[in-house]
C-alpha cells in the first residue's frame, strides 16, 4: 500500500533558476493538493486538483508557481525564476473523492526546497 | 483573524500523562470539518482524527481524542497515557467552503515533548 510520494526529497538551487517538483497521489485518489510549509508562514494552501483540472489556485502566490496534472494522476510543481523567499517545504496530499467530505488528506514527506 | 488558533507553541508533559492540545477555530460555515495532524521530526504529516461540524459525538481514534465544544467553537486534541513516541509538532486544521473542494486551514501549530 504505497502512500503520497514526492520528489525529489531535496532541492537546492540558485535564485533566478527553474524547477520542478513532482507528486504521485495514493491510487485512486482523485483529489490533490499542494501546500507549503515555511517558518515565516506556516503551513499555507497552494492549489487543488480534481481530476486533472484545478479549479482552486487561489493560493499560488505569484504568476512565477503553476502546476499542473495528467492522467488524473502524477502532479508538477512548477516555479520559474525561484526567489530565496520560495525556500520551504512543499508538501502534496491527495484525498480519494473531492465529494465525500469525510474523506481524509493523506500527505507526502514533502520536498524541501532551499534557493541560494 | 485566524482561523484556527492554537495558542500554545510548545508543551513538555511526563510520559503515560495525559495532554490537551488546544485548538479554537473561526468560521461563519454551518458545515465544516477539523482535523489533527502529527508532524514527526521526519517530516511526514499524519492524519490523527476527524471531527464533522455535525457529528454528535467526539470523535476517538485509540489514545487520541477530539473535544469538540461547538459553542466555544474549540476543537482540543487529548492524547492519553502519552508516549515518547507522541513527541512531534501537531497541526489543529479546518476545513470549510465549496462543496468538493476541501482545502485544509492550519493552525501554527504546538510543539509537543514527552519527557520520560
Known amino acids: 500500500g504505497a502512500g503520497v510520494s514526492q520528489s525529489p526529497s531535496n532541492k537546492v538551487t540558485e535564485k533566478g533558476k527553474d524547477v520542478e517538483l513532482r507528486c504521485d497521489p495514493i491510487?485512486?485518489?482523485?483529489?490533490l493538493y499542494w501546500y507549503r510549509q515555511s517558518l515565516g508562514q506556516g503551513l499555507e494552501f497552494l492549489i487543488y486538483f480534481q481530476g486533472n483540472s484545478a479549479p482552486d489556485k487561489s493560493g499560488l502566490p505569484s504568476d512565477r508557481f503553476s502546476a499542473e496534472r495528467t492522467g488524473g494522476s502524477v502532479s508538477t510543481l512548477t516555479i520559474q525564476r525561484t526567489q530565496q523567499e520560495d525556500s520551504a517545504v512543499y508538501l502534496c496530499?491527495?484525498?480519494?473523492?473531492?465529494?465525500?467530505?469525510?474523506?481524509?488528506?493523506?500527505f507526502g514527506p514533502g520536498t524541501r526546497l532551499t534557493v541560494l | 483573524a485566524q482561523k484556527i488558533t492554537q495558542t500554545q507553541p510548545g508543551m513538555f508533559v511526563q510520559e503515560k500523562e495525559a495532554v490537551t492540545l488546544d485548538c479554537t477555530y473561526d468560521t461563519s460555515d454551518p458545515s465544516y470539518g477539523l482535523f489533527w495532524y502529527k508532524q514527526p521530526s521526519s517530516g511526514e504529516m499524519i492524519f490523527l482524527i476527524y471531527q464533522g461540524s455535525y457529528d454528535q459525538q467526539n470523535a476517538t481514534e485509540g489514545r487520541y481524542s477530539l473535544n469538540f465544544q461547538k459553542a466555544r467553537k474549540s476543537a482540543n486534541l487529548v492524547i492519553s497515557a502519552s508516549q515518547l513516541g507522541d513527541s512531534a509538532m501537531y497541526f489543529c486544521a479546518m476545513r470549510e467552503g465549496p462543496f468538493g473542494n476541501e482545502k485544509l486551514t492550519f493552525g501554527t501549530g504546538t510543539r509537543l515533548t514527552i519527557i520520560p
Open positions: 496530499a491527495s484525498r480519494r473523492s473531492g465529494r465525500n467530505r469525510m474523506d481524509t488528506q493523506y
Open positions: 491510487s485512486g485518489h482523485t483529489a
